[in-house]
């Protein structure tokens, strides 16, 4: 069946790094879009970045120039490098599958990953 | 960007009701919404695209209308597992905007 599987997370310190993963199976990888989008605590839902099939990469302002979305189609994997972080980028990370020409909707959606910036 | 913009923010309903979920855009998107199911402590995972369809595997009570700027989610008949907070999403054009959510909770 389709399935994201996250890693990576955790408590960083204002101003650290840290990567995210998302493993995928269960459909042809490298055809479609993937996407981050983050929540922090009990706040909604907020879209961070996206990648095409292409590696085509677009970010949110918010993030712009700190994260990078890549992918590894060999490994069928997702990641999202975050740079130079801040308290207000505590939230749960999600990664998700979008389409195959856009991004459009995204399903099905990785289980989360807790990112907590803190000193 | 595009704001999206859910009413109510909070809906207290008992099994069984009829409940209506709107969402409007700060300007047209077409059909290019779509909503989503979250329940406490779990992914949101997708009920309706593209406005009106029906994701495969969602319960035949969950439906969606609209196009333009004002948009319907409709449960026709509350089931218990149905009370979570609920999000429309445009995807009409980058920032993907999502609404603020809708609280949906036993009476």
């Known amino acids: 069946q389709v399935q994201l599987v996250q890693s990576g997370g955790g408590l960083v310190k204002p101003g650290g790094s840290l990567r995210l993963s998302c493993a995928a199976s269960?459909?042809?990888?490298?055809?479609?879009?993937m996407t981050w989008i983050r929540q922090a605590p009990g706040k909604g839902l907020e879209w961070v970045s996206y990648?095409?099939?292409?590696?085509?990469?677009t970010y949110a302002d918010s993030v712009k120039g700190r994260f990078t979305i890549s992918r590894d189609n060999a490994k069928t994997s997702l990641y999202l490098q975050m740079n130079n972080l801040r308290v207000e980028d505590t939230a749960i990370y999600y990664c998700?599958?979008?389409?195959?020409?856009?991004?459009?909707?995204?399903?099905?959606w990785g289980q989360g990953a807790l990112v907590t910036v803190s000193s | 960007d595009i704001q999206m913009t859910q009413s109510p923010s909070s809906l207290s309903a008992s099994v069984g009701d009829r409940v209506t979920i709107t969402c409007r855009a700060s300007q047209s998107i077409s059909s290019y919404l779509n909503w989503y199911q979250q329940s406490p402590g779990k992914a949101p995972k997708v009920l309706i695209y593209?406005?009106?369809s029906l994701e495969s595997g969602v319960p035949s009570r969950f439906s969606g209308s609209g196009s333009g700027t004002d948009f319907t989610l409709t449960i026709s008949s509350l089931q218990p597992e149905d009370f979570a907070t609920y999000y429309c999403?445009?995807?009409?054009?980058?920032?993907?905007?999502f609404g603020q959510g809708t609280r949906l909770e036993i009476k």
């Open positions: 998700a599958r979008g389409r195959t020409v856009v991004p459009n909707w995204f399903a099905p």
């Open positions: 999403q445009q995807s009409y054009n980058t920032p993907i905007t």
């Open positions: 593209s406005a009106s």
């Open positions: 269960g459909f042809t990888f490298s055809d479609y879009y």
């Open positions: 990648i095409s099939s292409s590696d085509t990469t």
